[in-house]
C-alpha cells in the first residue's frame, strides 16, 4: 500500500460524517489518505461518531486530537469564526490543514492565517472549495479557456436551500452566518475561476431575517474586466442550484454545480451555435478527490491545488458585497476592490 496521509478531524459537523469522511474512505481516494482520529467538545459524541464510522480515536477536546503526534493533517468543519483561530493551532501543532470555507469571517481576518502560514513553510494550507476538483468544473473551465463557446462574457448562479431551524449556526451571525458566508461564497469564486481574474468592482443586496439578523436572500453583481457574473443565494428559498456560463457563441450549463450527488452521473450542457450536447460525467466524489489531491501534496511536497491567497481574495469580494449592501439599505451602491 502507497504512504498515507493520517488524518484527524476537528468537530463532528454534519458534513464531515456524512461528506468528507465518507468520500476519503472511497477507493481509490483512500489509498493517500486515512481517516484516524476525530475530535469534540463531548467525548461522548465523539465516541459515537468513531463507532458509527469505524474511526480509531476518539477525543474530547480539539486540543488532544492536535497534540497527537500520529496525526499528519486536519480536516476542520467547525463554525466559520472558529476556522483561523484553529486553523492557526493546528499549524502551530504540526499539522497540515484543510480548513472549509469561508476560511474567515473577513479578509482581514484571512491575512492573519497567512501570517500565521508563513512561519510554517513545510506545511500545506488550503481552503475545501470541493466543487472545484470534480470532472465537471474541470471540464467547464476547459471549455471557458479554450472559447469553445467564445470569449466568457458573463455568468449566472443561483444556489438556496430552506431552513428556519433557530439553533442552526446558520442563524449565528456572530458565527459568521447567513446567506453569504454560508453558500454565496460558491458563486464568488467559481467566478474568479473561470474569469482567472478578480472583480473590479461588485454590487450587492442583503434581505435580512428580522429574527435572526443574518441576511437570508442575497443577490450580487461582479463586474471583471472581460464580463459580468451574477447571482442570487438564499437559505429561505426552494431548494435548486443551476450555473450558466455565456460566451459570444454559446453557453454551458451545469445542473448540480455544487452538491454534486455521488451515486449518479453528472450532466452538463454545451451549446455552440444553437447545438447542444448532454455531457455525462462518471460518478465519483468531490470530497475524495478533495482529500487525495491534499494528501498527495503532503507525501510528494507539491503545491497545493488553491493557493490559501485564492481564499484571501474570495472573502475580499465578500466583504465589499456586504459593505455595498449595508451602505445603501436594500438597493446597495457599488463597491470598487
Known amino acids: ?80 469564526h472558529l476556522h483561523v483561530p484553529y486553523s492557526i493551532q493546528a499549524l502551530e501543532s504540526g499539522k497540515h490543514v484543510l480548513c472549509e470555507k469561508p476560511i474567515a469571517l473577513s479578509a482581514a481576518e484571512a491575512e492573519t492565517l497567512v501570517a500565521a502560514a508563513r512561519r510554517y513553510p513545510r506545511l500545506k494550507l488550503m481552503e475545501a472549495f470541493m466543487y472545484r476538483h470534480h470532472p465537471q468544473w474541470l471540464w467547464a473551465r476547459q471549455m471557458v479557456d479554450e472559447e469553445r463557446i467564445g470569449p466568457l462574457r458573463t455568468i449566472q448562479t443561483i444556489f438556496s436551500y430552506f431552513d428556519e431551524n433557530p439553533d442552526r449556526i446558520l442563524h449565528y451571525p456572530e458565527w459568521g452566518g447567513g446567506a453569504l458566508m454560508d453558500i454565496g461564497c460558491y458563486p464568488i469564486s467559481l467566478s474568479r475561476f473561470l474569469f482567472h481574474a478578480e472583480p473590479t468592482r461588485v454590487v450587492g443586496t442583503l434581505e435580512h431575517d428580522p429574527r435572526f439578523g443574518v441576511d437570508r436572500l442575497t443577490s450580487g453583481l461582479m463586474e471583471f474586466e472581460a464580463g459580468t457574473s451574477i447571482f442570487i443565494c438564499a437559505t429561505q428559498l426552494v431548494p435548486h442550484q443551476r450555473v450558466n456560463i455565456y460566451g459570444t457563441r454559446g453557453r454551458v450549463e451545469i445542473e448540480i454545480p455544487f452538491n454534486a450527488p455521488t451515486d449518479r452521473p453528472c450532466r452538463a450542457w454545451l451549446d455552440v451555435d444553437g447545438t447542444i450536447e448532454e455531457l455525462r460525467f462518471e460518478t465519483c466524489d468531490q470530497y475524495g478527490i478533495q482529500a487525495d489531491l491534499f494528501s498527495r501534496a503532503i507525501l510528494e511536497d507539491l503545491p497545493v491545488p488553491t493557493p490559501i491567497s485564492d481564499a484571501v481574495a474570495n472573502m475580499r469580494v465578500i466583504d465589499a458585497l456586504v459593505k455595498s449592501g449595508r451602505q445603501s439599505g436594500q438597493r446597495g451602491g457599488w463597491e470598487s476592490l
Open 1 to 80: 500500500m502507497d504512504k498515507q496521509i493520517r488524518w484527524g478531524i476537528l468537530g463532528t459537523a454534519l458534513i464531515a460524517r456524512e461528506a468528507v469522511i465518507p468520500g476519503m474512505r472511497k477507493s481509490p481516494y483512500d489509498r493517500h489518505a486515512r481517516v484516524t482520529a476525530i475530535a469534540s467538545r463531548s467525548l461522548p459524541q465523539a465516541e459515537a461518531v468513531t463507532r458509527k464510522l469505524s474511526i480509531d480515536k476518539a477525543y474530547g477536546s480539539y486540543e488532544e486530537l492536535l497534540a497527537d503526534n500520529q496525526i499528519d493533517a486536519v480536516y476542520i468543519p467547525l463554525p466559520n
